[in-house]
């Protein structure tokens, strides 16, 4: 193409696809644009163009209504091309997050009647972990100028889900697992039947928990809040990852077949996470969308380093099952890919979701930043 119609062209095109809904910008982005393996991936390759900021304007934030393109509001913007992180204390950053984020969720499931349930939520849902998917919540609404009051209630939401989750893959009828979180699992200690309602009733009350007790926020935000957990965990998110995952037992499975499965099981609630975060904060969509692409990119490397986990550490190591992907005989990452070439894959991933935040203010983005780095080098 002629370089005076490129120049032309090629910001408008980025500034269409910043108006896209995510997935087909994605699918659009891929297309043109593919230079990262696998061949399909969800992850965006990092940009080697100029990037298109849009000021979109004054229309409703509702689930359906997109920034209208104007030219005339179009303001070319590169990343910063070195982008340093200022000193901070993550430890303390992650240890003051969690404590907030553990007392919230004690505060939104009491002990009441009928006890048998509400002790089996809470057998779970505060058994430990490391809180990652509150925290990137958290993390994304401070980082667009929202206050982490504003957030809450959908951080514990998330974890709520991501409870759930666990609750239902421990089951016989799934992955039959008798560890989790150093300790018996939800059936072992509750039986099957109470552990089912015990996911069940989390993953309603983190919707309900959304609605109810989301403050200074308008409504349409909250519904976009509420649109966006949903989606990651149902039919087109968590669900389909699962099942894909379960016919996928036995069976010879591409790179772009892991990375469906582990994308929807996995990243799409760490998107949501921080997707969320970002919407009740008051981000514009350009922010929310380069935060999504981060996002993605932090979801699969969480799996990826799972995978890498499931074969290096022991049980005692890890407080679940070590060696379960294998002895399934379930696709992982190490398997398809090779240990070391796994390892690589997931500094790429580091640096492609690094290079999405490279838009924001450093310091704000710092807890981000490190939260992708402590996933990146996570132990258990």
């Known amino acids: 193409m002629h370089k005076t119609k490129l ?52 229309v409703a934030k509702t689930p359906l209504a997109q920034p209208t393109l104007q030219s005339q509001d179009s303001v070319i913007r590169k990343p910063q091309s070195s982008f340093l992180f200022p ?11 969690a404590d907030k984020v553990n007392q919230a969720l004690s505060d939104a499931v009491p002990l009441q009647h009928p006890t048998k349930i509400y002790e089996a939520m809470r057998y779970s849902l505060l058994a430990g972990g490391k809180r990652v998917r509150p925290l990137l919540c958290l993390a994304a609404c401070e980082l667009v100028g929202g206050e982490e009051a504003a957030a809450m209630p959908s951080a514990c939401a998330m974890e709520m889900v991501h409870t759930m989750s666990l609750i239902h893959d421990d089951l016989p009828c799934m992955d039959n697992d008798d560890l989790r979180r150093g300790r018996p699992t939800s059936h072992k200690a509750f039986g099957e039947e109470t552990a089912v309602l015990a996911g069940d009733a989390l993953l309603t009350l983190a919707f309900e928990h959304i609605a109810a007790n989301t403050r200074n926020v308008s409504p349409e935000r909250v519904v976009r809040a509420i649109v966006e957990l949903g989606s990651a965990v149902g039919s087109q998110g968590l669900v389909a990852g699962q099942i894909v995952d379960i016919a996928s037992e036995g069976q010879r499975v591409s790179l772009d077949e892991l990375e469906y499965i582990h994308v929807h099981k996995t990243a799409k609630l760490l998107e949501a996470a921080v997707v969320c975060g970002a919407v009740v904060g008051g981000a514009d969509d350009i922010s929310v969308e380069r935060l999504r692409k981060y996002a993605r990119c ?14 290096t550490k022991s049980s005692e190591e890890l407080g679940k099952t070590a060696g379960k992907d294998l002895a399934s005989d379930k696709a992982t990452y190490p398997r398809l890919m090779g240990l070391d070439r796994a390892k690589e894959f997931a500094k790429e991933l580091v640096a492609k979701a690094t290079e999405e935040l490279s838009y924001f203010d450093a310091t704000k983005a710092a807890p981000l930043f490190h939260l992708a780095d402590y996933i990146a080098h996570r132990q258990n």
């Open 298 to 311: 932090v979801g699969l490397l969480f799996q990826v380093v799972d995978d890498i986990l499931d074969v």
């Open 87 to 97: 000193d901070f204390d993550f430890k303390e950053y992650l240890a003051t997050k």
């Open 7 to 58: 120049s032309f062209f090629f910001p408008r095109l980025m500034a269409f696809l910043a108006t896209l809904p995510h997935n087909d910008s994605l699918l659009l982005y891929n297309n043109v644009f593919s230079s990262f393996p696998p061949k399909n991936s969800y992850c965006h390759p990092p940009a080697k163009v100029v990037r298109v900021k849009i000021q979109p304007p004054n």
